[in-house]
């Protein structure tokens, strides 16, 4: 039962424009949400989060939407750079409990 | 800047045999999990500790056992190894709602 579904295996995009990575989430409880990039042979690293009191969160390039309603959250990167192209994993959990549930993951692939 | 180091980057088991992963992160972290990747699954939970020799199943523990006898340290195993785990295994730490951290991942080859 995939609570975190990300529903694009793959996406590929030019360098310099947006990529916008999406995410749905089943569990209406959990309220803190994360992005994790992986390269190959290396384990996955935190990006950027956001909590379910807020629909915004931004660090640089890189922004995260969350909309509640829809059960839905995007991250957008712009402007990519080739140095993005990683496996990017979504992951939610409620409470701050250690359960935290995992997408399948987008591999991103940013042309020059 | 916190480090959680896996023993072996690669591994190659026969089915039947028992497998230890071990896991070490040097930041003081209460919590370590364990994780399998899979292509199209994603992350999934197989085991945590909040505490020594404190542990809680994950989503799929089955075939498989952990131990936590000190902080630093959470290992794997895999009593007796079969094909269906091959896979990448990757740990991970926390402290309290912190992000992981993840640990460099083992591929794990049964034959």
């Known amino acids: 039962d995939q609570q975190v579904k990300q529903n694009s295996p793959s996406l590929s995009v030019q360098e310099g424009r947006i990529s916008i990575l999406n995410c749905d989430y089943t569990n209406s409880m959990f309220d803190y949400f994360l992005w994790y990039k992986k390269y190959p042979a290396e384990g996955p690293t935190f990006l950027i989060s956001i909590s379910s009191i807020k629909d915004k969160n931004e660090d640089g390039r890189f922004t995260v939407f969350l909309n509640k309603s829809a059960k839905h959250l995007s991250l957008h990167i712009v402007p990519s750079q080739p140095g993005d192209s990683a496996v990017y994993f979504c992951a939610a959990s409620a409470d701050d409990n250690n359960d935290m549930r995992f997408g399948a993951g987008t591999r991103l692939t940013v042309k020059p | 800047d916190v480090k959680v180091t896996q023993s072996s980057r690669y591994l190659v088991k026969r089915t039947g045999e028992k497998v230890f992963l071990e896991c070490v992160q040097d930041m003081d972290h209460e919590n370590m999990f364990w994780y399998r990747q899979d292509p199209g699954l994603g992350l999934r939970l197989i085991y945590f500790s909040y505490d020594v020799k404190m542990k809680e199943k994950g989503d799929i523990p089955e075939g498989y056992s952990v131990s936590r006898e000190k902080k630093e340290r959470f290992s794997l195993i895999l009593e007796s190894a079969s094909t269906n785990q091959t896979s990448m295994y990757l740990c991970?730490?926390?402290?309290?709602?912190?992000?992981?951290?993840f640990g460099p991942g083992t591929r794990l080859l049964v034959l």
């Open positions: 991970a730490s926390r402290v309290g709602g912190e992000t992981q951290y």
